[in-house]
Structures are given as structure tokens and as C-alpha cells.
């Protein structure tokens, strides 16, 4: 037969078609739908065609048969066309998606495809390159709808706890975290720079708002290519009043405990299927509480006594002060195996802001949450709270004041102990979902040398 003759129109004695998305279908059964979808896949077997349809919420099966499969549109369809198809949806419970499937009984061409010209298998740098088209992939997208999930529940558990969220701005003049992981800029006739942290904004809201947090992008000129540095990322952060290093460190554990537990009650299922461990992660957060302690000395000394070097080539040993970079970190965690609260940094690997120990000057009131696979997912400390202290951390620092004005009038305006953290959310994926790095926890990620798509 001639497809170009076959033509189709839909039945208009049939029950009118109730138009909806995918998750919903099994409400129904026996009902004549009308569902929009990409053509996940597209597979011919004699007179029928199987569509996977895909439209965010879900996925479904729908056949096509007799006259719908001998248009040209039918003949020429490949995989991620966008089609709407009309039918009836029937119970099969060897069905692969929802125990359901879409008999249709028209179907329409939104738009056509050439199929899809990427797989999992290609290179990493055809993944990035190709991004906007792997984020149709069922991996992808299971990441990114994990992501949207686990930032609802940080937002829970903030709101749970009476903080107020802020939206600080990205374009300053100020820098939190040393000036070699700046990206600078014009600002109009000024220079000014893309934030590496809201840190100092939030604490400006602890007067007006009590506890707040944010959920902002960040930035940092990092000049390596590691499986956890991103050139921009989100942050989350988080700042409380009239606390002690005590509460802060509780508060990070709790965060950690409560947003994983909601996160698997919201979609433990889609979790598991991205990381079948997944379960250990959550076992360990909410049951191996406190969370293990270890100060910043001891793990030098942990470093050192189980060979894991500085320097693997020269087998250069840590000593006091050195910074415990990216995979010795990664080693450390391997060994020890469950999350760990690194504490008390020596004052000079801290900034400005960072509050001194009472009993030790040379040491700082921070920590950094570690977890396996990654190494550190939060940066936190208690702050500087006294106005002298306060200046002379920038004298350390070697940062003229000056464009500090509405940070250090704070310590004259009704001063409060306080701290706060933040943490990158593309590293709490990365952990949660067990993914090789941070790239595919981001949307489009930003590294050295990629700024593309
Ligand atoms: O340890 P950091 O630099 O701390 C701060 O920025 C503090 N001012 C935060 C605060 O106290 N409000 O960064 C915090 C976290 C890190 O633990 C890490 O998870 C993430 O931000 N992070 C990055 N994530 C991806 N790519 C990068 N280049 C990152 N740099 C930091």
C-alpha cells in the first residue's frame, strides 16, 4: 500500500479524550486519554509500533496499530518526536511502566526528530557537549528530578526549623573565600567580582530575620579539573544566632540526618535506581549518630600513618598547616568510611572571618563535613563576633576594609556569637547518588575551559 495515501482521523463518536500527564494515568483505566509526550523509543514488530512516551512525569507505553502505523508520519517516526496520541488505557500488569498501557486509536506528529544522536557510551566531553540532549536520557534525568527533590527538602528543613530564606546577590565587591578563586569583573566603570559564598550577606539578615539560609550559585576560578570543583555552582547556606561551636556543629549533623531522611521518603525508589547503595548512606546518617569527630591534627596524623601522601610521587608527608587536598581527602574517607566532622583548622589555613578557640589561639572554631567518595560537602565555622578581632583578620588577610563597612558594622550593631556554613549541592548529589563527579549532578556545568551549552 501507498503510505503517503493512508490518512487517519480520529473517531469523533468515541468518548471525548481527557487530556493528562503520564503520573496520573493509572487513575485512568478503561478511560479514553489524550497524552503529549517525546517518543522515548520507537520500536516496529509487523503491524504494530510500541512508543515509550516520556513527558517528565513518567513513563508510558503506547501501541500503535493497523491504518495509525501506515501513515508517512508513522513510517518516518524515530525517537524523541513529539507526539500526542488518543486511546484507552488498559491494565496489563507485564506492563514495564506502571502496570498500564495507552491503546491508541489516533495519534498526531507534533514535531519530528532525526532520532537521537548521542549515547551513554560516547566521551565525556561529547556528554557536556551534547548536555541539552543527554538530559533526555533516563540517568540524566533521573539526576536532575533528584535534584529538584533534594532541593525542596533543604528548603523543608530550613522552613521546618523558622529560618527565613534571602536572595543575596551574585555581582560584589567583596570576597570570602582569598582572592585566587575570583572571577573578576566590570561592573559598569567598577571592578567587581561573581560571589564565591553568601556568607557575609546572611549574616547581615541575622538582626532583621533570626536563622536564614539561601540556595544561590557560586563561583570559583578553579584552576584544576578534579571530579568536585565546579567553576559554578549552588550553595546552600546557612547562618544562626547566638549559638557556640557546639550547637553549629550539631546543627550541620542535624541538616545532614533530617535532608536525607526526607529525601528518601520523597524518592527513595528513584535514589536506589540510581545507586542501589544508597540505603548505606541513609543507614549511616540517621543511625550512626554523633557523627565521628576528628580535629584537623588528627587527621594529618591519620593521613600519615596510613601512607596517604601529599605528594604521592615523592611520597611527601603531611605536616601542620598543609591543606589536605582533593584525593587525600578521598583516601582518608575511603578508610574510614563513614562521614566525618574535620575539625579546628589552624587559624592561618582560615579566613578572615573564621572565630579563634578559646583554649588554643592558633586554632579556629571550624569544620568541614566529609563523607566517602567525596571528601568535603561543608564548609562551616563560628565567625569572628568582635569588632577589633574582626580587623584584625583582615590585617592577616591583607584586605583593606574599606568595602567591608556594612560586614563590619555588624560587630558595632548589637554583636551576637554566631556561624553558619555552606554546602555545594552538586557534592551532596554526587554522594547521595554515587555519580562519578559533580558535572553529572549539574545542569550545564562550568569548568576550566567549559562555559558551554
Ligand atoms: O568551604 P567553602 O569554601 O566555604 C565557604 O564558602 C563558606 N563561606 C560557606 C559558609 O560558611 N557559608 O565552600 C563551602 C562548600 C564546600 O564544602 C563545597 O561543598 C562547596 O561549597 N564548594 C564547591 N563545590 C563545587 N565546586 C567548587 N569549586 C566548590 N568550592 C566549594
Avoid at 571592578?191 to 549574616?203: H, K, M, R, V
Avoid at 587536598?325 to 566532622?341: F, H, K, N, S
Wanted: glycine share 6%; hydrophobic share 35%; with cysteine.
Amino acid at each position: 500500500r501507498d503510505a503517503a495515501a493512508v490518512t487517519i482521523e480520529e473517531d469523533k463518536s468515541l468518548p471525548t479524550a481527557e487530556r493528562t500527564k503520564i503520573f496520573k494515568l493509572r487513575d485512568f483505566i478503561g478511560k479514553r486519554v489524550k497524552v503529549y509526550g517525546w517518543c522515548h523509543t520507537v520500536r516496529r514488530q509487523a503491524t504494530l509500533a510500541f512508543l515509550i512516551l516520556r513527558d517528565g512525569t513518567g513513563f508510558v507505553q503506547a501501541i500503535l496499530s493497523g491504518r495509525l502505523t501506515q501513515t508517512l508520519n508513522a513510517i518516518n517516526l524515530k525517537d524523541e518526536s513529539t507526539v500526542c496520541v488518543y486511546g484507552t488505557i488498559v491494565e496489563d500488569e507485564r506492563a514495564a511502566h506502571m502496570g498500564i498501557e495507552l491503546q491508541a486509536d489516533y495519534w498526531e506528529l507534533m514535531g519530528e526528530s532525526p532520532g537521537l544522536p548521542i549515547n551513554q557510551d560516547a566521551n565525556v566531553d561529547t556528554q557536556l557537549d551534547e548536555r541539552h540532549l543527554v538530559h533526555r536520557g533516563q540517568k540524566a534525568s533521573a539526576h536532575m528530578k533528584v535534584r529538584s527533590i533534594v532541593t525542596q527538602c533543604f528548603r523543608d528543613h530550613f522552613f521546618s526549623k523558622h529560618y527565613h530564606e534571602v536572595c543575596p546577590p551574585t555581582l560584589v565587591q567583596t570576597q570570602v573565600e582569598g582572592g585566587s578563586t575570583l572571577f573578576q569583573l566590570k561592573f559598569f566603570d567598577e571592578d567587581a567580582f561573581l560571589t564565591q559564598s553568601s556568607q557575609l550577606y546572611l549574616e547581615t539578615m541575622l538582626p532583621s530575620l533570626g536563622d536564614v539560609f539561601c540556595i544561590a550559585q557560586s563561583y570559583r576560578a578553579e584552576k584544576s579539573l578534579t571530579q568536585r570543583h565546579l567553576a559554578e555552582y549552588t550553595h546552600i547556606e546557612a547562618e544562626r544566632a547566638f549559638i557556640d561551636f557546639e550547637d553549629l556543629l550539631q546543627t550541620v549533623e542535624e541538616l545532614i540526618a533530617d535532608v536525607t531522611q526526607r529525601v528518601f521518603d520523597k524518592c527513595g525508589d528513584l535514589i536506589r535506581l540510581c545507586n542501589p547503595e544508597a540505603d548505606k548512606i541513609l543507614e549511616v546518617v540517621t543511625k550512626n549518630r554523633p557523627f565521628k569527630r576528628m580535629t584537623y591534627a588528627e587527621c594529618i596524623k591519620f593521613c600519615n600513618e596510613h601512607n596517604i601522601y601529599k605528594d604521592p610521587k615523592t611520597e611527601e608527608h603531611f605536616k601542620h598547616g598543609d591543606d589536605i587536598t582533593d584525593a587525600p581527602e578521598r583516601q582518608m574517607l575511603q578508610i574510614i568510611g563513614v562521614p566525618v566532622l574535620m575539625i579546628k583548622f589552624p587559624l592561618e589555613m582560615k579566613a578572615f572571618y573564621a572565630k579563634k578557640c578559646a583554649d588554643d589561639l592558633e586554632l579556629t572554631e571550624t569544620v568541614d563535613v566529609l563523607v566517602p567518595g567525596v571528601g568535603e560537602i561543608i564548609g562551616s565555622s563560628m565567625r569572628v563576633d568582635n569588632y577589633q578581632e574582626l580587623l584584625e583578620g583582615f590585617e592577616r588577610e591583607g584586605i583593606d576594609p574599606k568595602s567591608y563597612y556594612w560586614y563590619i558594622d555588624q560587630r558595632k550593631f548589637g554583636t551576637t556569637s554566631h556561624g553558619g556554613y555552606g554546602l555545594g549541592l552538586e557534592r551532596y548529589l554526587m554522594w547521595l547518588l554515587k555519580l562519578p563527579s559533580v558535572k553529572q549532578a549539574c545542569l550545564y556545568p562550568r569548568l576550566m575551559y567549559r562555559c558551554k551549552p
